[in-house]
């Protein structure tokens, strides 16, 4: 099969995390996205007996896995029955082990915001929980910050 006739995949971008709902939160807000709602799919494992209550917790008034959460961008398509995006979708999912490294990320994320409005996005990013890291001014190729997530996780903002 070329390039050319190679179908298009979905994806999901995993976030290895120690507070899966804590950033699910902070990056749903940051971009505008929705926190995935797996409640009802949830209830009807437990109601089943497929899944037990050790492998969930509750975040904002409903049952949630207790070491998962997910993100979608709104206007993507989801299962009504699970929840779970059918587009692409960030998934936090918590790990016993911090980061495997104290340095650069080898992948972020960069966020754009409206053109000439960069300090209402980083004061909006701040507001959720995000800090400054240092101010990148590469004259007529940009001007952008270096953030940090909750976790401190780097991400850009431009």
Not at 32 to 55: M, N
Not at 63 to 89: K, L, M, Q
């Amino acid at each position: 099969m070329t390039a050319a006739a190679t179908p298009a995949l979905h994806w999901k971008l995993v976030v290895d995390t120690a507070d899966a709902h804590r950033l699910a939160d902070f990056w749903a807000g940051a971009l505008g996205y929705t926190v995935e709602d797996h409640s009802t799919l949830i209830d009807g494992l437990l109601a089943a007996g497929h899944i037990d209550e050790d492998a969930l917790t509750e975040h904002h008034g409903r049952h949630v896995w207790a070491a998962f959460a997910a993100v979608r961008h709104p206007d993507e398509p989801y299962d009504p029955a699970t929840g779970i995006g059918r587009g692409h979708r960030i998934l936090f999912q918590n790990v016993p082990e911090g980061s495997a490294h104290s340095g650069k990320n080898r992948l972020h994320i960069d966020v754009h915001g409206e053109r000439g409005h960069l300090t209402e996005l980083v004061e909006r990013l701040e507001t959720l929980g995000a800090t400054r890291v240092r101010e990148v001014d590469q004259g007529m190729a940009g001007h952008w910050w270096v953030m940090a997530d909750p976790e401190g996780n780097v991400f850009c903002a431009a």
